[in-house]
């Protein structure tokens, strides 16, 4: 099990949520979505640009711009 | 009706809501006015089995937080307005994320029932509910729906009427929130409770869970009430922040969603869902998305969607807005035989037909693109758009959503402002949403491009085609730098989070469809008909008066009798038969219409509007405007074509037609004040000033203050004067 940001995870890869390190409007958006620790996600894509991606979360699918996924942190299986 | 029961809706936004909303009103519904607020909050009312009661749609969230105005206006409305119970629609399907809204619901201790919306998605899904346990574990009514077929609305609707009865007092539910946070509730509440601070509105235990939160709304409530006791309490919070992050690292708001999920995960644990399928599995709508966002596929099928857009808005609106051209001419034409000659007539016709005419004019055009929007929104696609487009307009402290104003507003050349602005309603993220609605009017809306068509016709006839792509390019450059420009000056701060949900692929319900564009356009027709009105009247006025002195009209009375005099009877007698006039009377009457254009052009340039023009050559100097250029683009400001019937009257030419004005063009070409420079100069200009009046009232209405129409005028007039004066100055010393 390693610990990784969440835009470092490739497509279709899942993890477990252990923290999200951020305050703010930006930590209550995040939470609001339902990423908080203990959470399973998935990625299903990213943006034509790369940048927004795209995840699955509790049944919906959520996008966030990478630099917002820098302050998800990630349990994930190794490789 | 006042004391009648009013049951409130809320939940989140793709949770059905709205169309739940449509099934329980069907027409009977109004939005609510809310001052200062652009948030919308319908009203409707239901009756069915003699039960009865008003139905108050509340803005879509997904939390209590006090960062957007949606959440804000619904906070405000639960309390203010205190509705008999709410009814929390959550979509079956996506359950655990849905609950975390009805969870605060809870702690808030609004009556509430929770409507459990498209169970039928979330069986086709695999997931199956009980209802019953749900209901049983968080103490609430849970009723099973199918909003978009009706099943189960009215056993909803007698439950919540029930529920509302029973309980009339709010009771906060208490979640814990671990040990540290539980015991600072209760040490805040007993507080709270014993100095009976905020109480009559809020539940001591809500005050302080938003103390606890820091919530700076809820906050600022309470320091307006007893700062002292305020501060007291932010003291005790930070006393528990401060113990939280040295043990735990976390802060107080965090660990309260993190528990408020622990609280809902443990709930649904027990056996309140049954999975019958893998949950991992792709659903349709994922597959939709593996094509429709694809890196390649994706924006490729957006172009064409964006371009099936405007080609629908703008083709299928073409017949219809010709009607309304043609009953406005049909109108101002009755008026020309049945009302006698004078500045009454004038004012009936330039003023009050011209103006009504121009409002109503763009309501085809707002319905049709309205419907497409709507059935874009509906269907899902438009968070998809955002989703690819918003790496590109972020450069420009935008949003993904922007996109579709821009374009609508001539980003393709030819759409047009006003549905433009309106559009920037999908944008939920505030800021980018003012920087993109006062920079849609920079698009070449359809009213600009004949000024331009004119100009580069007759200055760069060689290339029309190319230059007027290039037009285009610039206004989308232009366009996107102002933006920037706007986002780190007036409108500077970070970004809004964009965390933005892709909701499954839907068919939108053709009901929905209808009620939000026949809303949008009455909302348009309404704001904008009344300022309109009234400013297009004041326009008329300052072209008309003063009217010139006797003394002036008798010389040119003069001229016209000397012409016919010179002529025999029987040749002016030609004119006025019903007989193809010969070639000798219709050059008389070419004399005669050369001196009514130049006594129009006499009294235009006497009148206030003249005397601006002449006034504004002080300044109009840099960009190389004479006070023709400039009264034209004064009335421009009523509408942009207006510009070319200005600029004939004021050439002597008489009213020219927009449609057809080579005769204008070919006075401007041989004119030996005009060059390649100053139709340059010129172009940039009306590309960039001020805004046509109606968008004007659209933007004020959008954003919610005057005082941003007023900046709009004026920033869009220097950014233009700028740009023009720049190109005419290098311009001229270059060639």
Redesign the interface.
């Known amino acids: 099990m390693a610990k990784i940001f969440l835009r470092q995870m490739a497509k279709n890869q899942?993890g477990v949520i252990t923290a999200?390190k951020v305050?703010g409007?930006?930590?209550?958006?995040?939470?609001?979505?339902?990423l908080?620790?203990?959470?399973e996600i998935?990625i299903?894509?990213r943006?034509?640009?790369?940048?927004?991606v795209?995840l699955?979360?509790?049944?919906?699918?959520?996008?966030?711009?990478n630099n917002?996924a820098d302050f998800v942190e990630v349990e994930v299986e190794d490789e | 009706m006042s004391n009648e029961l009013s049951i409130a809706l809320a939940g989140n936004p793709n949770a059905g809501k709205t169309t739940l909303f449509n099934a329980l009103t069907g027409s009977r519904q109004h939005v609510g006015n809310y001052p200062g607020v652009t948030v919308d909050t319908k009203e409707g009312h239901y009756s069915k089995n003699g039960l009865s009661c008003r139905l108050v749609d509340l803005p879509g969230i997904y939390s209590l937080s006090p960062y957007s105005e949606e959440e804000v206006v619904a906070r405000d409305y639960l309390v203010n307005q205190r509705p008999g119970v709410i009814i929390n629609i959550v979509d079956a399907a996506n359950l655990e994320r849905n609950l975390y809204l009805s969870c605060q619901f809870m702690e808030m201790g609004v009556p509430m029932v929770i409507a459990l919306n498209m169970i039928d998605v979330a069986k086709k899904r695999g997931i199956e509910i009980d209802p019953d346990r749900l209901s049983e574990l968080i103490g609430l009514p849970v009723c099973p729906i199918v909003a978009r077929s009706g099943q189960g609305i009215t056993e909803l609707m007698v439950t919540a009427i029930a529920h509302a009865r029973e309980h009339s007092k709010w009771q906060p539910a208490k979640i814990s929130y671990g040990e540290d946070l539980d015991a600072a509730m209760i040490d805040l509440t007993e507080i709270i409770a014993s100095h009976h601070f905020l109480t009559s509105d809020y539940p001591a235990r809500w005050t302080a869970l938003k103390y606890l939160e820091k919530d700076d709304r809820h906050l600022s409530i309470g320091d307006s009430v007893d700062v002292e006791l305020s501060s007291q309490l932010v003291a005790k919070v930070e006393q528990v922040s401060r113990h939280l992050e040295q043990t735990v690292g976390s802060e107080p708001d965090a660990m309260i969603a993190d528990h408020r999920y622990g609280f809902i995960k443990s709930i649904l644990k027990q056996n309140v869902v049954h999975r019958t399928m893998d949950h991992d599995r792709l659903y349709a709508s994922d597959r939709i998305d593996q094509v429709l966002t694809n890196r390649f596929a994706g924006p490729l099928i957006m172009l064409l969607v964006l371009l099936g857009l405007y080609n629908f808005t703008f083709t299928y609106s073409a017949l219809p807005v010709a009607w309304c051209g043609a009953f406005f001419s049909w109108l101002a034409g009755l008026a020309d035989i049945f009302v006698p000659d004078g500045y009454f007539k004038s004012m009936l016709i330039a003023g009050v037909i011209d103006g009504i005419g121009g409002v109503l004019g763009f309501v085809p055009l707002i319905m049709f693109m309205f419907f497409g929007i709507a059935l874009l929104e509906d269907t899902g696609y438009l968070a998809r758009v955002a989703f690819m487009m918003d790496r590109v307009f972020r450069v420009f402290g935008l949003h993904g959503s922007s996109v579709m104003a821009y374009i609508i507003s001539g980003g393709i050349a030819g759409g047009c402002a006003v549905p433009g602005v309106m559009a920037t309603r999908t944008l939920r993220s505030p800021k980018e949403r003012m920087a993109t609605l006062l920079t849609v009017p920079f698009m070449n809306c359809g009213a600009k491009l004949p000024v331009i068509a004119l100009l580069v016709g007759a200055f760069f006839s060689e290339n029309q085609a190319q230059y007027m792509f290039l037009f285009t390019l610039l206004a989308w450059v232009m366009a996107l730098l102002a933006a920037k420009l706007l986002r780190v000056t007036v409108l500077r701060g970070a970004s809004t989070p964009f965390v933005l949900e892709l909701p499954p692929y839907r068919f939108p319900t053709f009901q929905g469809l209808l009620i939000h564009t026949w809303e949008k356009t009455w909302q348009y027709i309404k704001k904008a008909g009344t300022v309109i009105l009234g400013i297009s009247i004041v326009l008329w006025a300052m072209m008309t008066f003063p009217g010139l002195p006797d003394s002036d009209r008798q010389v040119f009375e003069d001229e016209r009798q000397e012409i016919s005099a010179q002529v025999s009877p029987a040749l002016l007698a030609e004119l006025e038969g019903p007989d193809e006039p010969s070639p000798e009377a219709l050059a008389v009457m070419g004399d005669l219409l050369a001196v009514g254009g130049a006594e129009a052009e006499a009294a235009l340039r006497y009148s206030v509007a003249g005397k601006i023009g002449t006034a504004m050559e002080k300044v109009s100097w840099l960009p190389g405007f004479d006070w023709r250029t400039n009264i034209a683009l004064v009335g421009g400001f009523a509408a942009k074509e207006v510009i070319i019937s200005t600029l004939g009257t004021s050439y002597s030419l008489g009213e020219v037609d927009p449609e057809a004005s080579d005769s204008l063009g070919a006075t401007l070409a041989n004119d030996p004040s005009w060059d390649v420079v100053k139709a340059l100069a010129v172009i940039i200009f009306v590309m960039f000033y001020a805004p046509c009046f109606v968008t004007v009232a659209c933007i004020i209405k959008e954003a919610g203050s005057w005082k941003w129409g007023v900046f709009s005028i004026t920033f869009n007039t220097l950014f233009a004067f700028l740009l023009s004066s720049l190109v005419y100055q290098v311009g001229s010393r270059l060639f």
């Open positions: 899942s999200v305050g409007e930006l930590g209550q958006r995040i939470r609001d979505m339902g908080v620790p203990g959470t998935s299903q894509g943006a034509p640009l790369y940048d927004p795209a699955r979360v509790m049944g919906g699918t959520l996008s966030l711009r917002e």
